[in-house]
């Protein structure tokens, strides 16, 4: 599959059948969506997962690299209105890429107290790690330049829409 053919839609039916199937069984999880791409993929998983457990992370201040980057114009307050201190939670991202925001949105959790667990899902993975983690669940693998980014957009309809931007 070639940039020019991911279909969103049916990446995040990939990505939902494995975490329906990996979970089974699992009691209750609690969904953690990282802003934005990820909080609204974490918003249909939760539906379909039937968790009243959701929360949204922004992880603008938690980064290391914030210096470098900058604070977006966009920063949310993050929203965790259930009790994180031995939950199980299945934090979501919509690209995983450095595992800088994996890592940042996990500091932020902990903020929160301390989870019985954390499971990571991506609807991509673009490789090139700088840190050591890897998605529980991922829908698909792609391999782009530095120069590329990789973003989900949502539609009036809530349908999910990829591009490839060049910076």
């Known amino acids: 599959m070639n940039l020019t053919e991911l279909d969103a839609e049916a990446l995040y039916a990939q990505l939902e059948a494995q975490v329906l199937s990996g979970l089974l069984g699992a009691g209750e999880v609690a969904v953690v969506g990282i802003y934005s791409g990820g ?3 974490a918003d249909r998983l939760a539906r379909r997962l039937g968790s009243t457990d959701i929360g949204y992370i922004d992880v603008s201040f938690y980064r290391d690299d914030v210096a470098e980057r900058g604070l977006s114009a966009e920063v949310k307050p993050s929203q965790i209105p259930f009790d994180v201190e031995g939950a199980t939670i299945l934090l979501v991202d919509d690209v995983l890429y ?6 940042a949105a ?8 301390r989870p019985a667990k954390i499971m990571l899902a991506a609807l991509v993975d673009r490789g090139d790690r700088e840190l050591p983690v890897a998605a529980d669940f ?3 693998t792609v391999t782009l330049s530095k120069e590329q980014h990789l973003v989900l957009h949502k539609d009036d309809e809530g349908r999910f829409r990829l591009t490839v931007d060049h910076v």
């Open 106 to 113: 996990i500091n932020t959790l902990f903020d929160y107290g």
């Open 39 to 41: 909080a609204w993929l």
């Open 138 to 140: 991922v829908a698909h």
């Open 98 to 103: 450095t595992g800088r925001t994996t890592r």
